[in-house]
């Protein structure tokens, strides 16, 4: 018995060395380097976990957005606002998503406006606007009469019979995510001016 035993942890021993062994061999570096120059702000720009391939897992928030034909004037907001990395994290993110009509009934060139690298900041400020922490139904919302915004501002929510309201905007449809839940409203939620 002990013999049995003796050989069978001789065995897994020599089995690790040589495992181990040849992983030690020395290596040689036989590359050369390119003297090709990548643009830093190219490289950098599809980093982080927005851009992680996942086709198994219950889809976040971002990618809730990017699949609706109905929300590419937001996706190309997001996008402009380099914000699509805060939208994957694992919140829970109450996100209200403007539909295209929604942007689209902004007065004209508002869009297109806020889309220019310049407005960055006030872009950003607009998409926080529609963001905020938790995982409530349309029906738990009713008990709300205030949320606070990933800008760190406010804005309202109303119930007018069975529809509810956040900063005006008509929560019209409802879609579970991975890190919370997208409700979609049919208009843009402005920021309170200051």
Request: charged share 20%.
């Amino acid at each position: 018995m002990k013999t049995a035993n003796l050989k069978f942890v001789f065995g897994a021993v020599l089995a690790l060395l040589m495992t181990f062994g040849c992983k030690n061999e020395p290596k040689t570096d036989n590359s050369t380097v390119s003297n090709t120059t990548i643009n830093d702000t190219e490289a950098n720009k599809e980093k982080g976990q927005a851009f992680i391939e996942d086709d198994g897992s219950t889809p976040n928030v971002l990618q809730i957005a990017i699949g609706s034909p109905d929300h590419t004037t937001l996706v190309a907001a997001v996008q402009a606002a380099n914000l699509e990395n805060a939208l994957v994290n694992a919140g829970p993110l109450m996100v209200f998503a403007p539909t295209n009509a929604a942007f689209d009934a902004l007065p004209e060139g508002t869009v297109e406006n806020l889309l220019k690298p310049e407005n960055k900041d006030a872009l950003a400020n607009i998409l926080k606007h529609h963001v905020t922490a938790g995982n409530y139904s349309k029906d738990f919302l009713k008990r709300f009469k205030k949320l606070g915004q990933a800008n760190d501002q406010n804005t309202t929510v109303e119930v007018k019979g069975e529809d509810v309201y956040v900063g005006g905007a008509k929560i019209i449809a409802s879609v579970p995510a991975g890190n919370g839940i997208v409700h979609v409203v049919d208009k843009v939620i402005l920021p309170p001016s200051e």
